[in-house]
């Protein structure tokens, strides 16, 4: 069998995505391989098909427990025989699969580093054929990044013990230093490299002014999610909780999700965001890791997150089924403010608060910018995006942009005659020249700056502040009230050496919240009544097999395989089996009650 046909029968898939054969037939030449593609690109089918193909075991490295079940139960719906061992397992049945692998009974067997490490396990190793080893997440070898492992740094050692069997090591992690502590760590200096775009061209991104958080998600959740799984983050555990019950009481089945919940909870909130349809869970950040669910339609922040890196990866779980999907978030100036005390305030040696200070002006230096979306946010992974993407906010509504180097100076010149210590509304207040009780009481009614700014109003003072803060112009206090001082960065702007250009905030009632229909999104549209009453009969029939054999409903078919089917309406079997994502098994275990609904609807 070539691999072009492992493929088409086992998965169902019309052809390999860029990379994927290149890296398939690499492994199968005995060779190792390193591949840093991003998350939904279709990472795992490069070990999983040369694994089935070649002699052996391929053996899998996976640090999450959680994943390894998801893998194994797709594996197995498609007819692969694939296990696992982890400390999930009773003695027996994980004796039963080292059995079944010493037999040569298992073509993929995933493992969590701890147990690669067993001596037990190594002498398993060394009694059977090998395929392959896989190390997935490799980043968990660097201590840069957050996943660290200690186990990973020593799967060298073991690896070493097998030095004709191919390795492929594989990770969604971008960063250079990452990578390089990659190769060096798991020895795979000589590896060929398969490194792809971080792209996600089917996620429209957007970033709106925070009006109502809460209102403004209900209306996004209304135009273009109804009845869709998605997340929400939130900063504090409190907000999640809230939050996620304001969503219930609006009829949006929501679920809070943050590490104050109980890990029954925890547990139960997962599976049934993974099991259930149309499931949004509110999470603080705990919640993402090890969850592999390709239809998530969107990821809406309702606080900014911790960094570029956060925000890729956050954004990355959705849509990794390749369909359109949404990374909306809200922000405002209380954010900005917010974010820069907590870095200001953050434990730390200097050069360490250095390095938090400009990945914290990245961030915000993203929200602000009139660029396309798409580049900049390649451009910080050092990637070059050549064109605008016509899929993100900039680019379907550019943003205005005008100079605002005198309100600028004005807004700073208050900050400093006020004494560096207050916040934008009294700052405002002065500009605008409100006499106010306060303001007379502290005699700021005299001051220079008072009723110099009238030609903008509350809103427009209080976007220029936000610019400047998240433009590093202006410093907060850490006081325990939020005030404004000023820093060096703003003195030239107050002695008029520099330009400083805004953009012009729209108003978020009169946001755009429709956005042209991408490629992505018109990949294959339910033309007609018809075809969609069809395919919602037809995720009915999958959620009552799903729930039979209790796996998620995506692991069954995805909804880009259903909708093929309401609209192609395939009339047999092997009709059936030309759309993509049915492979045999699959097709011979579940066929025949999709047929069954495609005949039995009335269009058809
Ligand atoms: P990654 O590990 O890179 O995050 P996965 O391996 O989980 O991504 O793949 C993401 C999704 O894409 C999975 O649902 C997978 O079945 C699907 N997929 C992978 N390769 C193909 C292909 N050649 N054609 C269609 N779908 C694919
Ligand atoms: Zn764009």
Redesign the pocket.
Known sequence: MTSQTV?RKV?G?????PH?MEIVEHLNGGRDAFVL?????????CYQIPAIMRPGVGVVISPLIALMHDQVA?LRQNGVRAAYLNSSLTAEAAAQVVRQAGDGQVDLLYVAPERLLMEGFQALLARMPLALFAI?EAHCVSQWGHDFRPEYLRIAEVTARHPEVPRIA?T?TADVQTRKDILGKLDLTRAASFISSFDRPNIHYRIQLKDNARRQLLSFLHRRHAGHAGICYVRTRKRADETAAWLRDQAISALPYHAGLDAQTRMAHQQRFQREDGVVVVATVAFGMGI?K?DVRFVAHLDLPASMEAYYQETGRAG???EAADAWMVYTLADVVAMRRLQEGSEGDAAYKQIQGRKLEALLGFCETTRCRRQALLDYFGEAYPDRCGNCDNCTHPTQTWDGTVAAQKALSCVYRTGQRFGAGHLIDVLLGNATERIRRLGHDRLKTFGVGTELDARQWRSVYRQLTAAGRLAVTDTAIAGFRLCPASWPVLKGDVQVQLRKDLHPQKQPTQTKKTAAQTALPLADEGDQALFERLRKVRLKIAKADSVPP?VVF?DKTLREMAVRKPADRSRLLMI??VGERKAEQYGERFLEAIRSHPSS
């Open positions: 493929l998965f898939y019309d052809g390999f995505r994927q593609m991003p998350t939904g690109s279709g990472k795992s089918i797709a997935d594989l969604a592999d390709p990794r089924d390749g995506y995805h993509n994502g």
